[in-house]
Structure formats: C-alpha cells, structure tokens
C-alpha cells in the first residue's frame, strides 16, 4: 500500500509541469486583465490606441508592435502607433498585400512561425523571424490588426490565444472610445456652429459677414483654407473673403472653372482630391443657392482628405446655410440703407445723406486743416417749365441735370447730392 500511495519521477515531473503551466496562465491573464484596466480607461481612440501598443510592448513584453486601423473606404490599413521599430515603417499597407492584410481580410488571427517562408511578408525590419496578426471586431467587422513581430522564433499558439483575448477587450473599449469621440465631436461641432451663427449674425455689413464666416471655419474646423466667392455681373466668381493659405480676396475664376466652378454650375457640391502625395489640399465646393440662383460658393481647403467626410460635409453644408441667409440679410440691409439714403428720381444722394456727408467732411477738413467748397445749383425758371410741360417733363429734366453733374462734372472726391425740388 505504501509503494503504490508514492508517486513516481515522472508523475511528479508531470505534475510540476503542469503546476508551472497553471501558475504561467495565472500570471498571463493577471498580465493580461492589467493591460485590459488600462486600456478600458481611455476614453480617446488616440489615448486608447497609444496605451494598447505600450502595454504590448511594456507589459507584455512584445519586442516588435503596431496597431494598425483600417482606413475610411477599408482599402488600406494605416499604422496609428508602433513600438521597438528600426526605420521607416510604411504608413498604410493596402487590404490585399502583406500579413496584416490577410487578417484584415478573412478577420481571423494570423501566426507566421518563419515569415522568410512566407512570400506575402512585407519586410518591415530586417531582425524579423515571425510574425503574429489578431484583428479587431467592432460589432462583427474588421476594425484594425494588432501586429506583433518577433526577432527571435519565441511565438506561438500561447500567443494567438492571449492577444485575441486581449483584441476582444479592447474591441469593448474601442466602441466606447469611438462613441465618446463622436459625442465629444458633436459637442464641438455644436460649439463651433454656435460661434459661427453668432459671428455671422453680429454685422449687417456684407464684407464683415464673409469675414467672420471664413475666419470661423479655419479657426474652429482646423481646415487649412476658406473662402466664400461672389458672381459678378458676368457670372465670374470673384473671391470676396478667404482665411488660410490659398486663394486670396480678389481672385477672379471665370465662369464653370475650377472646383468653385463647377459646384456653382452643377448647383451641387464638388470635392476634389488631391493625388500629388497631399502636396496640395482637398477642396470642397458648396454651391449657396436659392430659388435656383447661385448667390455664391463656400469653399474649404484641406491637406487630409479625411476631415472632408459625410460628417464633415453635414457640417459644412450648415455653415453654409448659414453663410446664404447671412448673404441675403446684409444685401438686403446694404439695399435698404442705399435706398434710404438715396433720392429715387436722380439716384443722386437725398438730402438726409448730404448731411451726413457734409458733417463728416467737415469733421475731416478741420482735423487736417484743409479748405471745402460747397456749390448749391438751382435750375432756372424750373416752375415755369413744370406749368408748360407738366411734371413728367420736368422730372425728365431733373434726372438729366443729375446724369450731368455726376458723369461729367463730377472729381472722384466729389459728392453730388439732390438738396430737394430743383436743387443740387
């Protein structure tokens, strides 16, 4: 009975080794429920994906580590953080080459035990031997790849189990990041559209309009230019306002040119990327229109196509809603304040404007000492015409003295004003 209860060598060595395991396993997943702690408590998808890569290779002691998202149009995987790399790491690695993009592909873990072997390895380091590829979920779609490099053969199947647990937790967090983000972003937003009604809504006058709305969109929106372009009397877009690097006020595009052209001709906004490396920005064209007339085009700059999105375009096309009834209420001021200070038989200033007038000048010729001349005209026998002719006459003749006066008599410095009656 006694030799029978003792265990033999290799049933203790059994046991030990599957103790050694256990007490591993323990210490793999209070690693791994340290790293998930701190992950979870990002609330930034930045934050988030900075603290995962360095816990990976802090933590857990991964020599080699990139964390990798899947762009917007899901084409190419691009690197947002890294870790214990020697060079140059490619920025984007498209869906359909390398390692990483067969486990964005089939969304399932990937370990490459010697990646020489391999032909779809991209060389990233030349001290590399394996490779190890887990995807992230986000409600059942590839969201990005955690990828972990090895320059010694020390990966393996422990691995692919530990960092797809770890891809689970992290997925957890991801959703909320990303949720957190996008309700941060409409808190800016808001914020941002506040300001821009506000500013657009402090002036009735057209060039501090565009001014504010232009400074706004570079300043609150981050984007690298603005401008807000007017048609002229020959259909040509003229820039009236710009903010950032670009056009500047004054530029001229002649009718259906450029990406403002044609936003205005096809009455629907225009994007045009740039394919030149992002030497030269993303422009959006909105076209402002109404009752299917142009009144103008709102157009923003951008070195990173990406802040052009759909929830960036929804945005922009507030502003620019904004930015057209703000137009139609400061030309609609600038036309009522023309209208009152002008006399509608001559289109001569009236009265009221040449007192206006006549102070200001005043105030100028005493402040710099300088002489003003005032010629009050009467026409002759003014009355007697209207009594032969009658007032249809005489009202032609009125507007042919003001025609006078302001084509041919007229200095620029000059002001020409209908004092009242026959009067100038």
């Given at each position: 009975m006694a030799a029978n209860a003792r265990s033999s060598p290799a049933s203790r060595g059994q046991l030990q080794r599957e103790l050694d395991d256990a007490q591993r396993r323990v210490e793999e997943l209070s690693r791994l429920h340290r790293v998930l702690a701190r992950v979870t408590t990002a609330l930034r998808p930045d934050e988030l994906c900075e603290t995962l890569v360095d816990e990976l290779h802090t933590t857990l002691g991964y020599p080699l580590v990139a964390l990798m998202m899947l762009t917007e149009d899901e084409a190419a995987l691009r690197v947002v953080s890294r870790r214990g790399y020697v060079g140059d790491v490619p920025a984007l690695v498209?869906?359909?080459?390398?390692?990483?993009?067969?486990a964005a592909r089939t969304g399932t873990a990937v370990l490459v035990e010697n990646v020489a072997a391999d032909a779809a390895y991209?060389?990233?380091?030349?001290?590399?031997?394996?490779?190890?590829?887990?995807?992230?979920?986000?409600?059942?779609r590839v969201y990005g790849v955690i990828n972990i490099e090895a320059t010694q053969p020390v990966l393996g199947a422990a691995d692919i189990e530990l960092?797809?647990?770890?891809?689970?937790?992290?997925?957890v967090a991801l959703r909320n990041s990303v949720l957190f983000g996008e309700l941060q972003s409409a808190r800016d937003e808001l914020q941002a559209l506040h300001e821009a009604a506000h500013a657009l809504g402090a002036s009735l006058e057209l060039s501090a309009v565009l001014e504010s709305l232009v400074s706004v969109t570079c300043r609150r929106f981050g984007y690298d230019r603005s401008a807000i372009l007017l048609p002229d009397d020959h259909g040509d877009l003229r820039v009236r306002a710009a903010s950032g690097s670009?056009?500047?006020?004054?530029?001229?595009i002649p009718r259906w040119d450029g990406v403002e052209g044609r936003a205005?001709?096809?009455?629907?906004p225009v994007m045009?990327?740039?394919?030149?490396?992002?030497?030269?920005?993303a422009t959006l064209a909105i076209p402002l229109v109404r009752d299917d007339r142009v009144i103008g085009v709102f157009s923003v700059g951008t070195r990173d196509p990406e802040r052009l999105g759909g929830r960036a375009r929804n945005t922009l096309t507030t502003l620019a809603e904004y930015a057209l009834?703000?137009?139609e209420n400061a030309r609609l001021y600038e036309q009522t304040r023309h209208q009152a200070a002008t006399d509608s038989l001559t289109g001569l200033a009236n009265h009221r404007a040449f007192i206006q007038g006549l102070d200001q000048e005043l105030e100028r010729c005493r402040r710099y000492t300088l002489p003003l001349a005032l010629v009050m005209i009467e026409i002759d026998r003014f009355k007697r015409y209207n009594d032969a002719y009658g007032h249809l006459r005489g009202d032609e003749v009125l507007r042919l003295v003001a025609r006078t006066m302001e084509r041919e008599h007229r200095r620029q410095i000059d002001v020409v004003a209908r004092y009242g009656g026959d009067e100038f």
């Amino acid at each position: 009975m006694a030799a029978n209860a003792r265990s033999s060598p290799a049933s203790r060595g059994q046991l030990q080794r599957e103790l050694d395991d256990a007490q591993r396993r323990v210490e793999e997943l209070s690693r791994l429920h340290r790293v998930l702690a701190r992950v979870t408590t990002a609330l930034r998808p930045d934050e988030l994906c900075e603290t995962l890569v360095d816990e990976l290779h802090t933590t857990l002691g991964y020599p080699l580590v990139a964390l990798m998202m899947l762009t917007e149009d899901e084409a190419a995987l691009r690197v947002v953080s890294r870790r214990g790399y020697v060079g140059d790491v490619p920025a984007l690695v498209p869906v359909g080459e390398g390692i990483v993009g067969r486990a964005a592909r089939t969304g399932t873990a990937v370990l490459v035990e010697n990646v020489a072997a391999d032909a779809a390895y991209l060389l990233a380091d030349p001290r590399v031997c394996q490779e190890a590829c887990v995807p992230i979920l986000v409600d059942g779609r590839v969201y990005g790849v955690i990828n972990i490099e090895a320059t010694q053969p020390v990966l393996g199947a422990a691995d692919i189990e530990l960092l797809t647990a770890l891809a689970g937790g992290v997925s957890v967090a991801l959703r909320n990041s990303v949720l957190f983000g996008e309700l941060q972003s409409a808190r800016d937003e808001l914020q941002a559209l506040h300001e821009a009604a506000h500013a657009l809504g402090a002036s009735l006058e057209l060039s501090a309009v565009l001014e504010s709305l232009v400074s706004v969109t570079c300043r609150r929106f981050g984007y690298d230019r603005s401008a807000i372009l007017l048609p002229d009397d020959h259909g040509d877009l003229r820039v009236r306002a710009a903010s950032g690097s670009g056009q500047a006020a004054g530029t001229l595009i002649p009718r259906w040119d450029g990406v403002e052209g044609r936003a205005a001709q096809d009455r629907q906004p225009v994007m045009v990327t740039a394919v030149d490396g992002g030497a030269l920005p993303a422009t959006l064209a909105i076209p402002l229109v109404r009752d299917d007339r142009v009144i103008g085009v709102f157009s923003v700059g951008t070195r990173d196509p990406e802040r052009l999105g759909g929830r960036a375009r929804n945005t922009l096309t507030t502003l620019a809603e904004y930015a057209l009834v703000a137009i139609e209420n400061a030309r609609l001021y600038e036309q009522t304040r023309h209208q009152a200070a002008t006399d509608s038989l001559t289109g001569l200033a009236n009265h009221r404007a040449f007192i206006q007038g006549l102070d200001q000048e005043l105030e100028r010729c005493r402040r710099y000492t300088l002489p003003l001349a005032l010629v009050m005209i009467e026409i002759d026998r003014f009355k007697r015409y209207n009594d032969a002719y009658g007032h249809l006459r005489g009202d032609e003749v009125l507007r042919l003295v003001a025609r006078t006066m302001e084509r041919e008599h007229r200095r620029q410095i000059d002001v020409v004003a209908r004092y009242g009656g026959d009067e100038f």
